[in-house]
């Protein structure tokens, strides 16, 4: 028999493959609990509906609607970069739509983060065909470089360094997506 391959299963083995946490689980909660405030007086009395997008903005989306106080619809959409290592290399795919009709709402695209936002730029034109009353953008991370793409973002986490990051829905090779913190991913894991 072929020995078993070694995986690495629970976060405390995931911690290892981190050469830093880049933002911690409390420092997350904390400002998920604000920008859940904020979004809560901003959209009161609206029809509002938040948006996340596949897979990595699930984790963020969870937490995030959760601290929104006010009442409010969810929708998912898919989107693939043609990438599945460190590097972005531009197309993006589109591979789910909205099922309920958002014609008319308030849609806030949530998202885990604005790299070369290009994944944003392709959504945010998608759902703009849908006819929605207002469409702004919730990013959890913006990465500090000359953006592809200019998207205003309405309510931002954390704008960090241009690193790879993995954790709270980020993932390397769809792994460490289940790490509570952002952090840093070793150089050599992914040499
Ligand atoms: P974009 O370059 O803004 O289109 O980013 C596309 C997607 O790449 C994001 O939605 C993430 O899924 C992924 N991505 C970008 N930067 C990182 C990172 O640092 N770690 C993990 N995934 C990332
Ligand atoms: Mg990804």
Sequence with gaps: MNQPQKVTANPVDLLQ??????ISEGELADRIERLGAEIS????????V?????KGG??????LMRRITIPHAIELVGASSYKGGT???????VTKDVDQSIAGKDVLLVEDIYDTGNTLH?????????????????ALLRKTKPQVQKLGVR???????????VGYGLDFKERYRNLPCIGVLKHALYE
């Design 155 to 165: 309510y931002l986490g954390f704008d960090i360094d241009d690193v790879f990051v």
């Design 87 to 93: 590097v972005a290399l531009g197309g993006v795919r």
């Design 122 to 138: 392709v959504i945010h034109d998608l759902l703009r065909l849908h006819n929605p009353a207002s469409l702004e953008i919730c």
């Design 58 to 63: 699930i984790v963020f989306l969870a937490d």
């Design 17 to 22: 493959d981190l050469e830093r946490v880049l």
């Design 50 to 54: 938040l948006i996340s997008v596949l």
């Design 41 to 48: 007086r901003d959209y009161a009395g609206r029809d509002l």
